[in-house]
């Protein structure tokens, strides 16, 4: 199983440029997940999808949209590149309506700079 | 306005002993609380969890304890082994489990 896959790893933009980040996963869940992890932050959550066809944001979505594609799909949208967009971004996905002490599957995350 | 905290960044210890890894939290509404493990370039992993209506919980050699009034729970890995050096973080939610709040996390390092 290849678990939550996210491509690209690595990407430069520059300013105003836009770009999408993708995400699908291959565990049949049924909720799938944004975050941002930045140097002293943690990891803060920029939008969800509690069940295909549903989204609704999160603690920071200022600046990003997500389209939930499919069940196995979840991709999120930079359409104008912010060097505070700058980030090392997860997608995670996990059972909910099972439990929510299940936890989270990331995938290995994409590494944005914005120049 | 950090929700989690985590104020140890980082933490060495000696295999074989006893390693603490603390979160503190603000939000009296949390009911569940995972501790996630990092390595280097790769995603958190899922490693152990509660829920407000205990206050231990064991898998092998982690255990997580829960001080809901004192709004603080810790992870406590014994015997620690150097392949548990990495990055925990704590994280936090309400009843919906929709929208987990993270800690800065604490790096660890065992000393072999």
């Known amino acids: 199983n290849a678990g939550v896959t996210q491509t690209p790893k690595f990407q430069v933009l520059k300013t105003g440029q836009s770009m999408t980040l993708q995400c699908a996963q291959d565990m049949n869940h049924n909720s799938m997940y944004w975050y941002r992890q930045d140097p002293g932050m943690g990891l803060r959550l920029i939008y969800y999808?509690?069940?295909?066809?549903?989204?609704d944001k999160g603690e920071v979505p200022n600046g990003y949209n997500v389209s939930r594609l499919n069940k196995r799909e979840f991709s999120l949208r930079l359409e104008s590149a912010a060097p505070s967009q700058t980030s090392v971004y997860f997608c995670?996905?996990?059972?909910?309506?099972?439990?929510?002490?299940?936890?989270?599957?990331f995938g290995s995350g994409t590494r944005l700079t914005v120049v | 306005d950090q929700q989690v905290k985590q104020n140890s960044p980082s933490l060495s210890v000696q295999e074989g002993r006893i390693s603490i890894l603390n979160c503190d939290y603000t939000?009296?509404?949390?009911?569940?609380f995972l501790w996630y493990k990092k390595y280097p370039a790769e995603g958190p992993t899922f490693l152990i969890s509660?829920?407000?209506?205990?206050d231990k919980n064991e898998d092998g050699r982690f255990t997580v304890f829960l001080n809901k009034s004192a709004k603080h729970l810790s992870l406590h890995i014994v015997p620690s082994q150097p392949g548990d050096s990495a990055v925990y973080f704590c994280?936090?939610?309400?009843?919906?489990?929709?929208?987990?709040?993270f800690g800065t996390g604490t790096s660890l390092t065992v000393i072999p």
């Open positions: 995670a996905s996990s059972r909910q309506g099972v439990s929510v002490l299940v936890g989270y599957t």
């Open positions: 939000n009296s509404m949390f009911d569940y």
């Open positions: 509660i829920s407000s209506i205990k």
């Open positions: 994280a936090a939610s309400a009843n919906t489990g929709n929208q987990f709040y």
């Open positions: 999808s509690a069940s295909e066809g549903t989204t």
